[in-house]
Nanobody, 125 residues
Framework: VQLQASGGGLVQAGGSLRLSCTASGRTFSTAAMGWFRQAPGKDRDFLAGITWSGSTRHADSVKGRFTISRDNAKNTVYLQMNSLKPEDTAVYYC????????????????????WGQGTLVTVSS
């Protein structure tokens, strides 16, 4: 099972990026998926999660700017990031559970069994 994240890069403050995470090795259409990030010297933080049925939850720090979505036919989850700020600079990770997930469980890092390799997002001021 592999999760391949892509779409990171360098962007100016106020700009947008869309991250993609494609799963291979098994289907994740019935599993919850999420996005996390880790800034230098900081813990990894939850950003957004989506259950198998499409219910979403976003961290307060990104609510209104970031949006998670999924395309089960493509086994892919997306993170649309708008109005980026320098403090959004971090390595972004996608992750997948082995089950459907719920609104209460999708923010919990320990609930995710599979992790991508991370993609770096750098926001310049």
């Amino acid at each position: 099972v592999q999760l391949q994240a892509s779409g990171g890069g360098l962007v100016q403050a106020g700009g947008s990026l869309r991250l993609s995470c494609t799963a291979s090795g098994r289907t994740f259409s019935t599993a919850a998926m999420g996005w996390f990030r880790q800034a230098p010297g900081k813990d990894r933080d939850f950003l957004a999660g989506i259950t198998w049925s499409g219910s979403t939850r976003h961290a307060d720090s990104v609510k209104g700017r970031f949006t998670i979505s999924r395309d089960n036919a493509k086994n892919t989850v997306y993170l649309q990031m708008n109005s980026l700020k320098p403090e959004d600079t971090a390595v972004y990770y996608c992750a997948a559970m082995s089950y459907s997930g719920s609104y209460s469980t999708i923010p919990r890092e320990s609930m995710y069994e599979y992790w991508g390799q991370g993609t770096l997002v750098t926001v310049s001021s």
